[in-house]
């Protein structure tokens, strides 16, 4: 079993910065990409950033040049670093990622609960 558990979300004035933190929890045997996602109220999820376990990254639109998704892989960690933050940025924000729980079982996907960033305007 695999458990992704999210924390750094908070409430945060626009302009200001938060650092998004996920680390994967279980039996463990290769993380391959994770993400961000986020989805605020009447929304749908949307994809925010992705990082391949070699490092190649991928952004929204919306977010390019201002939050940088980063890992550890050490630590089955994943990073999200949102500067310049913008009320249209506030969401439950969930992470994801690809595992092997064996080298001989097909990769699932995990999600996290979501952890909440709140921009004041």
């Known amino acids: 079993q695999v458990q992704l558990v999210e924390s750094g979300g908070d409430l945060v004035q626009s302009g200001g910065s938060l650092r998004l933190s996920c680390v994967a929890f279980?039996?463990?045997?290769?993380?391959?990409?994770m993400g961000w996602y986020r989805q605020a109220p009447g929304k749908q999820r949307e994809l925010v950033a992705l990082?391949?376990?070699?490092?190649?990254?991928n952004y929204a639109d919306s977010v390019k040049g201002r939050f940088t998704i980063s890992r550890d892989n050490a630590k089955n960690t994943v990073y999200l670093q949102m500067n310049s933050l913008k009320p249209e940025d506030a969401a439950v924000y969930y992470c994801?990622?690809?595992?092997?729980?064996?080298?001989?079982?097909?990769?699932?996907?995990?999600w996290g609960q979501g952890t909440q960033v709140t921009v004041s305007s």
């Open positions: 994801n990622a690809e595992v092997q729980v064996r080298a001989w079982v097909p990769r699932n996907t995990y």
């Open positions: 279980g039996t463990i045997f290769r993380i391959n990409a």
């Open positions: 990082i391949t376990s070699s490092g190649s990254t």
